[in-house]
Each structure stands twice: as C-alpha cells, then as structure tokens.
C-alpha cells in the first residue's frame, strides 16, 4: 500500500505545495504577472502558464494500477494468514487478477503489444509453409520434466504475526515456530527422481508414441514396461533431452511415423521449442531430405505459444502434483 508522500524540497521538480500553486494562480488571475507570481510563490512560470492555460491537470508521478484495492488486498492477506490459511503466490495472483478484472481495461498495455508483434512475425514465417500442408501433416512436439518431489509452496503472512498452532485442517504441515505462521510449510518425504517425457501429436489429432528418458547411469529392463506401444526408453546423466537423445526420437519414432502416413506432395511442418540441442546437424539434414520443415517458437513465448506445454502438461502436472500430496 503506497502511502508515501513528498516533502518540498527533497527533489527539484514539482518542488512545491498544491495549496501553494493554487494560491499563485489565483494571484496571476486577480491581475498578478505570471513572472512575479513565479518569484514570490517559487513555483516556475511554465508551470503556471500551464496551469492557467488548462494543461497538465492530472497529478504528479506514474499512475498506478491499484489505489484503493491495495489497502483491501494487503488487510485479506494479513486476515488470512491469521485464521491458519496462508495464501501461496499462485492464491495471491488469483485474487488480483479477480480485482483487476472488475476495473476498466488498461490502455496500450506493452506485454500486449509485444506478444501481438511476436504472434504476427511467427505467422508470417510459417504461412508459406501451411498452404502447402495439412492437419495431417502438422505436428506439435514438446519435452517436459516430472519428478517425484513436489516442491516446496511458499505462502504469504504478515512478519509479525502471532497466535496459535497450526490448524488440523493442515494435512502434512508442521510448525516450526510455535509462535509465528512465517515457517509454515509442506512435510513430504519424496523420491528424488527425475524423468522427461518427449510428447508429439498432429494437428488432426493423433498422439506419436512418447519418448522416456530417465536420469541415470543405466536403464534397467523393467524400467521399460507398461508405456504405450512403441514408446522409447533411453537414460541420459541429467536426465533431460540432448541433441544425442533428440536425434534418436527423431529418427527412430517421429520419421517412420511420417514416412509411414504422409500423403505424396504434401509437406510435414513441425513446430517446437527453439532449443540448440533440437538443430544438430543431421538432424537438420534429415529434414532437408524429407522435406519437413521446421518451425520453433520465438524465444521466450513457448508459454503462451506452446500447445503442448499449455494446454497438456499444465494440467498435467497439477493432476501430478495433487496425487504426490494426497
């Protein structure tokens, strides 16, 4: 909550009262020189020829985009935390967004502009290539990382807040001040494992077998069971795709899949991530070869631009990770 308020003098510009530039035009209005009027109230004359002349009404500073709200929403936050429920981040991003939601739309919003201008220039590089394809022949693919361990979830209290133990509707918290709320947090005892998961579909719908990579040194034959038909198992040290690993899925399911479905003198595109490790040179080549086109997402836009990533794994993980904390 802003409650700041400035102190003449601390800084040259607008280095007076209200009360005293209210007096000064009224002073030039009653007959007063807008240079005297400058020199007796210390306020600039382009400052008051402004004013008399109707210009730069609004106040001083950039406007912000709660006022009022902000007071209600730190009170809720402080409440809360009270009653035994702290709110995480995601909660509080909730309840602003539902705050900003009831208030007129902001003008000329930069991210706005910016994820317009990214939006077009993808378009436009890849329009070429859809008038000569098909949903049949456009695919989206996308890796992504799940692990055993949910994570810590911060919540948000007041510094100073005291009372009683936490509440037994707090399944799997501990207190670990008896007298604060601040170290609230989630007990689990996880399995420190990590796998990726190499995810491909078609426009019309049809979902490629997956690729599964563990982290660790050796995969084990048991390891490589109960996945759909023709999934992929392999096992890096990070646990995470290289241009090694992503050369395989490439080779060994994606391009039998097209090779198997396309339609003569149809084009493939295939759409991802703009990762370095997706481009190794025979990569690359093997497209050429089979005219498959390949489109990455611009940088920094894969999570508003990424089907798979919005609408599949999102869920996917919150589904995850509710059933690790059941």
């Known amino acids: 909550m802003r409650t700041y308020q400035k102190i003449p003098g601390s800084r040259p510009y607008a280095n007076y009262t209200r009360e005293n530039l209210e007096r000064a035009v009224a002073a030039i209005r009653s007959g007063m020189s807008k240079k005297l009027a400058a020199q007796t109230y210390r306020i600039p004359r382009s400052t008051l020829v402004n004013r008399c002349l109707g210009r730069h009404k609004k106040s001083v500073g950039h406007p912000t985009i709660l006022s009022k709200e902000e007071q209600l929403i730190s009170r809720t ?8 429920f702290p709110l995480t981040k995601a909660d509080i991003k909730s309840v602003i967004k539902n705050t900003l939601t009831k208030r007129p739309p902001i003008s000329k919003d930069p991210v706005h502009q910016w994820t317009k201008k990214i939006f077009l220039k993808f378009f436009e590089n890849i329009t070429p290539a859809l008038l000569d394809s098909n949903g049949d022949h456009i695919y989206n693919y996308d890796e992504t990382n799940i692990t055993g361990d949910p994570g810590a979830r911060k919540v948000i209290v007041p510094r100073n807040a005291k009372g009683g133990t936490c509440p037994k509707p707090f399944q799997g918290v501990r207190e670990r001040s008896r007298r604060s709320f601040l170290n609230i947090f989630h007990f689990l005892n996880p399995p ?10 078609s426009v019309s719908g049809v979902l490629l077998p997956p690729m599964v990579v563990y982290k660790a040194n050796n995969i084990y034959e048991n390891w490589c069971n109960g996945g759909p038909p023709g999934t992929g198992y392999k096992n890096s040290t990070s646990g995470w795709f290289d241009a090694n690993l992503f050369e395989i899925w490439f080779k060994e ?34 497209a050429q070869e089979n005219d498959i086109y390949m489109c990455p997402f611009p940088a920094n836009a894969t999570h508003l631009m990424q089907p798979l990533d919005v609408s599949v794994f999102e869920p996917m993980k919150k589904k995850w990770r509710a059933i690790l904390e059941t």
């Open 253 to 286: 399911i994606l391009l039998p899949h097209i090779l198997r479905t396309r339609e003569p003198g149809k084009r493939v595109i295939l759409v991802g991530d703009n990762l370095a490790s997706h481009f190794a040179p025979r990569v690359v080549q093997a």
């Open 192 to 201: 420190r494992t990590a796998i990726s998961i190499m995810v491909c579909g």
């Open 77 to 84: 936050l402080g409440i809360v935390a009270e009653w035994g």
